[in-house]
């Protein structure tokens, strides 16, 4: 199974990128400032076993979205040394958690309603590399902070906060995906037909 490093060097090739350093090493001592910040936070808020109230008829990605966003207004308040900070753009990474000037951790935000470690369902991180090469530079850290909830409709209860600290050599599930776009179908390297016949 390849690891987030070699995912990356492949990914970089395909894109016809030069090669550069997308995942550090994280320094145990970062990740000990960070563990305490969040877990101080957690400690010195109600935000665990606190409700979020959720937007009738809601899909479950939906429910997620609102779950985080949530999670993140409540952290935020309690956090004393970093800050979820939005990164702007599509694709991978949604958020920075930043220290002042020091922003280099790509955080992905998850929110999902009860951890099973045997659950083998994908969770997407990241397509493409250009985010990360527009937004970061190295060291480049990755985090994902998972928000695990009860659904208690119509509310949705937190329970449990869970960081995991990405590493260069953490297994990732590598599918190929290709896609078109408007702009790619009208390269006319194939035929196309239109029914009515109208200039589509």
Request: charged share 25%; with cysteine; proline share 4%.
């Amino acid at each position: 199974m390849p690891n987030f490093e070699e995912y990356y060097r492949e990914l970089l090739k395909r894109e016809g990128s030069e090669q550069r350093q997308l995942i550090s090493v994280w320094d145990k001592k970062l990740i000990n400032e960070i563990s305490r910040d969040f877990e101080q936070a957690v400690a010195n808020s109600n935000f665990i076993e606190s409700f979020c109230v959720i937007r009738q008829n809601s899909s479950n990605q939906s429910i997620g979205n609102q779950v985080e966003v949530y999670a993140i207004e409540q952290l935020n308040k309690h956090l004393k040394i970093y800050q979820i900070e939005k990164c702007s753009g599509a694709g991978y990474p949604d958020r920075i958690l930043a220290k002042g000037d020091f922003k280099h951790v790509a955080l992905e935000m998850k929110a999902t309603s009860g951890w099973n470690p045997n659950d083998s369902n994908r969770r997407v991180l990241t397509s493409s590399s250009k985010k990360l090469q527009d937004k970061f530079a190295p060291p480049i850290y990755h985090l994902i902070c998972t928000i695990i909830y009860q659904n208690l409709t119509p509310k949705y209860q937190i329970k449990t906060v869970r960081l995991d600290f990405i590493e260069p050599q953490t297994s990732v599930s590598v599918r190929l995906e290709a896609s078109v776009s408007h702009k790619l179908l009208e390269n006319k390297d194939h035929e196309s037909k239109c029914f009515p016949d109208k200039s589509v």
